[in-house]
């Protein structure tokens, strides 16, 4: 396990990396150090005794075992080019970014050979954003997602199956960046796309008070970090527009059953997707 | 409010039939019959005295002061067309369909001029089928929408807003069968249709160990009643299918702002779809 006196420095301490800290800090992690350009995220970490020390002073990274970057995937890359030069020697680099393939290979392009970076996908999120909603409980029920291939060091692998346990995510898989990708372009960033088409499509605000549990837990994603989202859909352009025409394909196909009012067609597509999301049910359980 | 020693019959003692048959034992009402080709479903009904007396008969439907069809939208319609010249002078006859103008028009058409139907949608439903799943408890949530036109009585109107109070829906809606099919053809057909087709775009079960509760959410409802909901879907074919194609012009032109790497395009369209979400949650309250 991580040892409580290694320096772990987390770069952006925003609602994932505040919930990273709090959640250190809980673990009896003392020796954390946060760096952000906000000097109230700092203080209110500080507050808190979330970090030992914090602020937007580079400098801070120095001697740092272990370094987490909970930054917007473009930001990181360029953080990360510009200040390699302070890190340790054998020091570990991770994230939490939500797409790793052109991540990984950006980052790999320029980093130093004697740093090593293992990208980490928390699958845990909220509508909100900022440290004031930090909570570590995010993490009790999801996914921790380690990119692993043949240049992966055990050393490094042992360091994100540690920040894992210590989170307590309920699930630790390891996968290669483009299944990684491929995945969330369907699981993750359809849904989103789906989420946000559908309040789009019309002002249905003024149906508010007819709707039920359907239409709710449909849009309930489509208040979203307008920041974030648009980075990580560039990031996954390729999976993504694939996975839109291939939904929209879809539609059309249910469309046509309607409209040539092909009653047993509909069933057989609505017995499918009974019983895929049954199976889908008992798999997760 | 409807009088206790009124006769009520409930045609159907499926899953909303029963719950309906439970709702009026629960508020104290006993002269409550039941009309089902199930002999185990009115057995069950009886056993725990939910109906006072049922069977396959339908003279069981003689001297009823309100009869309530719990079937489906076609077997409703054949249903009173064949048993019409048993129902009592001046009944009045309602139903829990869940598409409005087509039934209604076609019940119009034949109904003998001493009964009143007033077209009733509880919005409430499962995925699961029959009186074994009945649970009155579905309605304290849900919206109930009464259907009404020029024609409609105000002892009518008085009856079907008894039937909600004594259900105890939470909401009371009425509106006419127009507005009424649409609204239901946007929120919660649209939204059955995209449930249904991501759980069918492809074979995702193996992808079940990484998903969140996004995917969870947007797929639920696929779990779906095949014989109910394409007669539902074809009843409202119109209005579906323009919902359909608009959603799907939605995703083309967020794939077209992807595409195009549109950053600032995308942004807009998800502070749209946030501060949309965000208003109608505060109507909703």
Known sequence: MISRSAKITIVGLGLLGGSYAKGFFNAGYRNVYGI??????????????????????????????????????????????ENQHLF????????????????????????????????CHPMAGREYKGIHYADPSLFFDANFIIIK???????????????????????VVTLNAKQHDEMIGFLSQLTHVIAV??????????LA?????????????AKINEDLWPELFLLNKENLSKEISSFVD??????????????????????QSTKRRKKFDEEAL
């Open 36 to 81: 952000d350009i906000d000097e109230e995220a700092i203080a209110f970490a500080k507050k808190y005794g979330w970090i030992k020390e914090g602020g937007d002073d580079v400098n801070l990274v120095k001697d740092s075992d272990i370094i987490i970057s909970a930054l917007y995937p473009t930001t990181f890359i360029s953080w990360v080019k």
């Open 88 to 119: 340790k020697k054998d020091c570990i680099l991770t994230d939490v970014t939500g797409i790793k393939e052109e991540v990984m290979k950006e980052i790999r392009s320029f980093l130093r050979s004697d740093v090593e970076f293992i990208p």
């Open 149 to 171: 291939d043949e240049n992966t060091s055990s050393r490094a692998l042992e360091v994100a199956q540690d920040i894992a346990k210590i989170l307590k995510f309920k699930h």
């Open 197 to 206: 088409s559908l309040m789009n499509v019309n002002d249905n605000t003024n």
């Open 209 to 221: 008070e007819y709707t039920g549990d359907s239409f709710r837990d449909l849009t309930r994603i």
């Open 250 to 271: 879809e539609l059309n196909a249910f469309k046509k059953l309607l409209e040539e009012e092909d009653k047993e067609g509909m069933k057989e597509k609505l017995i």
